[in-house]
């Protein structure tokens, strides 16, 4: 345990002892101070670098004493705490954040210009923090801002990754893949406290015995450990003066280095087992959907989770708490199943360590987890083999058994003679060789299970987990994703909030559902004017970073037709590829006057997993009709591609606000949510997509006159599958899809070489998983309803302003409502 109960003298941090109203004077001196006494700088001597820590450190200064407090106030109260077990948090960049939550955003920029320095370079000269890969780390941020907002008591539990999502760059049209070094510069945001470190064991045997009370019991001895260190960050609510926690784990070695080996001048086995321990926190995995079923991949999720849990029940709750008692002081929220090995470490904590009965420990265990699911692919249920779960933490296997064995029992009983059930509800796999399946284990271990959409929730419990979800039925539950509207809405488009403030006041920032007051000014000519002008503006703002950044130069009057997200073959932005070269055709071969499209510019922006070969082969594919359709003066001025490299948080709050097209075309029933999608109807764009995920409840929200649906639904796709499903036949028979697949198949965006289309064309034609043939004549139709409608630009803007009045629901606010009532009771 760390830290007995402070002098009194040492705890003034109210925030009232503390915080004289902030002045533009004040502001400036602390910066100096940060820049002088922090830094060891001259203001004149001071490089960029250095005015941006020092400013960091100054908003940080102003968020102090909230910290302090809010840390106080959940010590004394007692109240019950959110874990959010996540393995990761895709924060974006801090300091606009900071400004904004404390209110200092106009002071620091004055106080900055008093220095002769513009904010907008330190703004951009901070690294954002790319500690997830896409949808679902960003959406474990989105939800501790709305938590802290809310005034919840949470901490976010994960990892310190060394490196995060991988840089990516292009060369020669393919995607490279370049270490993310955010930490390279400094990292003003983060407190390290080394002293509070938790030793982690992993590997070595179990062992039975007979305790002083006659019962058997195991225990476990380990084979070898490392040292989990705690780096905390500030979670501020917006101008609310809470401020909650963000706790990542760095893994450091329990010993540096052999001294003996060293002084014999082996140098590198000196350092080995440093290497192999420090190893676990050094890279994040960049798999997205999918897990990577690795060894090291174990040992991070174990890692953080042990950790997490050790800090919780020996750091955070009073010395003396009657561990019965835990499920009124916390409730773990699983982010999908990378933390579900929690669930076995909190009863090896009791069984073990604190020498609960079992049945004790599992009624608490159970009180204490809830999980979240957050997809539908079957390969993207992550299962672990009993081999190298059995290697690495044989103890929680043995604990994994016994719950299985318990809960298999129960379900003998209950379905007498069901053989086939019981295999299907086992934990344990068989086939093809003996695994845990996590999925099963977050779902028995837990008292609540979400999907994270409407459809996706249903389909979780009619497909991926049906027998469960009989079982159960109260178990299961949906909460819709949201998103933060304070980060994507305010900061990422400033002129949308203050014309939307001039309209309805400035509640919405944390009360989302306030955008349906803008519905009436749908129809005030003179808002539609103001609003296309802030899309305009927001255009051109985009258009010249993309200068600035790629050295793109785009259009300034053509719809912006947008694509983010991760490269997926669900995903399908093959499907977007084919249209592109469709329109592309149309034009070079004649059938369609330039005069008679309504022009446009495509933005991609997605990374790809880098061993995902045919995510890699599409990137290449896209940069290479890019280059072509850019370079070709007969499409001038009605087509443009870009695809900016590294899209990640920060571009994203800039292409967001500028897109009038939001293209959300996975195949029905395969996308779980999706978050993009939200956020493009919250700042005015039209959704082209099909009948998944969150889509569903965006279109039953704007209205089918407002939201472009095509293709098919989640049951005709399943009737298509199982009819036996033959991407050729709409080749052959769809006379524009042929000329498309071949125009792209004749190395005419290749410099003439075949070869290099040829695996992405063969994959369509001959596999085509996602069915994006089946779809194709359906989504040109509705891009054609699309070119329809944005001739009438007033009449877009209209529809425009609709999808935003509309779709306030989507605030992550509402979501952590939704999870207080539905799971958390906090
Ligand atoms: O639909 C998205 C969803 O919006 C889903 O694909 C994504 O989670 C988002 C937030 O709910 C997601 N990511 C992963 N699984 N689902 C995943 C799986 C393994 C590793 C990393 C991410
Ligand atoms: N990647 C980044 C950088 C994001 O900001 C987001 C969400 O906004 C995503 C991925 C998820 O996008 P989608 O929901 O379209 O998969």
């Not at 959110?82 to 939550?101: D, K, P, T």
């Not at 896409?134 to 060394?162: H, K, N, Q, W």
């Not at 990577?292 to 953080?304: D, H, I």
């Amino acid at each position: 345990r760390v830290g007995p109960t402070l002098p009194v003298l040492s705890d003034i941090a109210t925030g009232a002892v503390q915080s004289p109203t902030p002045t533009v004077e004040r502001f400036v001196n602390h910066f100096l101070r940060e820049l002088n006494f922090g830094q060891g700088v001259l203001l004149s001597r001071s490089t960029i670098n250095d005015q941006y820590i020092a400013l960091a450190k100054t908003v940080r200064k102003y968020m102090m004493a909230d910290w302090l407090d809010t840390g106080a106030k959940r010590r004394e109260g007692g109240t019950k705490t959110v874990g959010y077990l996540s393995a990761e948090y895709l924060l974006g960049r801090q300091l606009s954040n900071a400004l904004l939550a404390t209110d200092l955003q106009d002071i620091a920029a004055d106080a900055l210009r008093e220095c002769g320095i513009d904010i907008a370079d330190l703004r951009a000269q901070e690294i954002e923090p790319g500690l997830g890969n896409g949808g679902l780390g960003r959406l474990a941020a989105c939800f501790i801002d709305s938590l802290a907002t809310m005034d919840v008591p949470c901490i976010g539990y994960g990892i310190r990754y060394e490196y995060g999502i991988f840089r990516q760059t292009f060369e020669d049209n393919r995607q490279v893949e370049v270490p993310d070094s955010w930490l390279s510069l400094g990292s003003p945001w983060e407190f390290p406290h080394p002293e509070r470190q938790v030793r982690v064991d992993f590997g070595g045997r179990t062992e039975q015995y007979t305790d002083d009370e006659g019962r058997e019991r195991s225990r476990w001895i380990p084979g070898w450990n490392v040292l989990g260190i705690p780096y905390h960050q500030m979670v501020p609510g917006f101008r609310n003066h809470t401020v909650n926690t963000l706790r990542l784990w760095s893994a450091k070695a329990t010993q540096a280095f052999d001294l003996q080996i060293f002084n014999s001048g082996d140098y590198a086995e000196a350092v080995r087992a440093q290497t192999f321990a420090e190893n676990i926190s050094k890279v994040l995995y960049p798999e997205d959907s999918t897990p990577q079923g690795k060894e090291l991949r174990l040992q991070q999720q174990y890692f953080f989770v042990a950790c997490s849990l050790h800090d919780f029940i020996e750091n955070t709750l009073p010395q003396d708490f009657d561990l019965h008692h835990l499920p009124e002081r916390i409730v773990f929220q699983l982010n999908d199943t990378h933390p579900v090995i929690a669930i076995p470490e909190l009863m090896r904590i009791l069984v073990d360590i604190k020498g609960f009965d079992w049945d004790d420990a599992w009624d608490i265990t159970r009180q204490c987890f809830a999980y979240t699911c957050h997809t539908l692919l079957p390969e993207a249920l992550e299962v672990w083999s009993v081999e190298l779960m059995g290697k690495l933490l044989p103890r929680h296997l043995e604990i994994i058994y016994r719950i299985n064995k318990n809960f298999l029992e129960e379900v003998a009983e209950a379905f007498a003679g069901d053989e086939m059930r019981i295999r299907r509800m086992s934990i344990i796999s068989e086939h093809p060789e003996r695994s845990v399946r996590m999925a099963y284990l977050a779902t028995i271990g837990s008292s609540k299970v979400n999907g994270v959409a409407e459809l996706h929730s249903q389909l979780l419990r009619d497909k991926v987990l049906p027998d469960f979800s009989g079982y159960w039925p109260d178990k299961f539950t949906n909460v819709t994703n949201g998103v933060t509207p304070r980060r994507f809405v305010f900061l990422a488009n400033r002129k949308l909030s203050d014309l939307v403030t001039d309209a309805i006041g400035d509640g919405w920032v944390t009360d989302l559902e306030q955008f349906k007051k803008l519905e009436p000014f749908a129809d005030d000519p003179n808002f539609r004017q103001q609003f296309a002008q802030v899309k305009q503006a927001n255009k051109e703002r985009l258009y010249n970073l993309l200068k600035a950044r790629d050295g793109l130069d785009l259009p300034r009057d053509a719809m912006l037709d947008v694509m983010v997200k991760r490269l997926h073959e669900y995903k399908r932005q093959s499907l977007k590829l084919l249209h592109i070269v469709s329109m592309y055709d149309g034009i070079i071969s004649g059938r369609v006057s330039t005069e008679s499209v309504v022009p446009r510019t495509f933005v991609f922006g997605a990374k790809a997993a880098p061993g995902y070969h045919i995510a890699k082969e599409t990137i290449f594919l896209i940069n290479s009709v890019a280059q072509t359709i850019n370079a070709d003066e007969r499409v001038k001025n009605v087509m443009s591609v870009a695809f900016p490299a590294n899209y990640n948080v920060t571009l994203a709050e800039k292409l967001i606000p500028a897109a009038d097209l939001s293209e959300q075309i996975s195949l029905a029933g395969k996308e779980a949510s999706g978050t993009g999608n939200m956020k493009f109807a919250l700042n005015g764009a039209l959704t082209i997509g099909t009948d998944d995920g969150a889509n569903v409840e965006i279109r039953e929200l704007v209205g089918d006159d407002n939201f472009f649906l095509f293709g098919m639904d989640e049951p005709q796709v399943e009737e298509l599958r199982a009819k036996g499903y033959d991407p050729e036949s709409y080749y052959q028979s769809n006379e524009n899809l042929r000329a498309t697949i071949d125009l792209l198949a004749s190395g005419h965006f290749t410099g003439g070489d075949r070869r290099l289309a040829a695996q992405f064309v063969d994959n369509l034609r001959t596999q085509d998983p996602f069915m994006a043939l089946a779809d194709y004549q359906s989504y040109l139709d509705a891009q054609a309803r699309v070119d329809e409608a944005y001739r009438d630009s007033d009449a877009w803007t209209r529809m425009a302003i609709l999808n935003v009045a509309r779709t306030g629901f989507f605030s992550s606010d509402r979501s952590m409502r939704d999870y207080r009532e539905r799971i958390w009771n906090v």
